[in-house]
């Protein structure tokens, strides 16, 4: 018998990059972030630079991330984007499908951790 974490982690590998910023856009609206890029083609952009950059003028927040599929890990020029953007005080995230699935995504759109 499948559990319901052994659900959601079989739904996070199947799911796509694709499919995870679909659902981070349509959470971000819900959450008062009203302006958002993505990187059309990585091949025309800085190499590294955040796949995502969402803006909510209605919070004050402008979030950087990184939208990785299950098991996938940071190249390391993505990893180094991230981190210079902590370190300049930016709001910076890698995410994954079993941060959505388990909320993480939802909390950190909400609220400033």
């Known amino acids: 018998m499948m559990t319901s974490e052994d659900y959601r982690e079989r739904q996070a590998q199947a799911m796509s990059e694709e499919e995870l910023d679909a659902n981070v856009m ?22 590294g630079f955040p796949d995502r ?11 950087w991330i990184e939208e990785k599929r299950e098991g996938k890990e940071p190249a390391p020029y993505q990893a ?28 950190l759109l909400r609220t400033k951790p």
């Not at 008062?32 to 091949?43: E, I, K, V």
């Not at 950059?53 to 979030?63: C, D, E, F, G, H």
């Not at 180094?80 to 910076?92: K, R, V």
Request: glycine content about 6%; some cysteine; hydrophobic content about 45%.
């Open 53 to 63: 950059i969402l803006v909510s003028v209605q919070q004050k927040r402008v979030l």
């Open 80 to 107: 180094a984007w991230i981190a210079a953007l902590l370190e300049c005080g930016q709001e910076a995230y890698i995410i994954r499908p079993s941060d959505w699935y388990n909320g993480i995504v939802e909390r």
């Open 26 to 47: 349509d959470a971000a609206r819900r959450f008062g972030f009203t302006l958002g890029y993505h990187t059309f083609d990585s091949r025309r952009s800085d190499i």
